[in-house]
């Protein structure tokens, strides 16, 4: 079964797909969905950001809107490139599997692959310095993907 954010997440994907990109007033999707408008904040923050493949534009005042896109890129190594640009010293689980699901999304890994990655990442298994490791073992297995590629 579905929850609310779940709801939320398809609805504004289902706009992206018909036209390339979602414009939303968040106080009119919020009650389209019966939530309060910070329901819909954490929608866009934790499933629709650059990590994910999404640029989001907000628009203040009386008319104002977010608008949505999904960025999209000319080929794997453009992805691959811009990936491996955005990551830092330290990469946290929660951004780590986000990129794995952006990879999987784009068709760069399988779903084996990804979850073989999400499993053999974790802080559980990682210890004491899982998010610099984490970034060190994504950018290794990024660049050996582009040379693949």
Not at 18 to 47: C, H, M, W
Not at 109 to 128: F, N, V, Y
Request: glycine content about 6%.
């Amino acid at each position: 079964m579905k929850n609310t954010s779940d709801s939320i997440e398809a609805y504004i994907k289902q706009l992206i797909a018909q036209t390339g990109f979602a414009e939303i007033q968040r106080s009119r999707l919020a009650d389209d969905f019966s939530v309060v408008p910070s329901q819909i904040n954490y929608v866009l923050k934790t499933r629709f950001n650059a990590n994910q493949g999404y640029l989001v534009e907000s628009k203040r005042g009386g008319g104002g809107y977010i608008r949505i896109v999904r960025v999209e890129y000319s080929d794997q190594h453009q992805l691959v490139q811009e990936v491996l640009e955005s990551i830092g010293q330290q990469i946290s689980q929660t951004v780590f599997m986000d990129i794995i699901q952006l990879l999987y999304e784009r068709q760069v890994l399988t779903q084996r692959e990804g979850t073989i990655l999400l499993a053999a990442t974790t802080d559980d298994i990682l210890g004491e310095n899982a998010a610099s490791l984490r970034a060190n073992m994504l950018r290794e297995i990024l660049q050996r993907i582009d040379r693949k590629g």
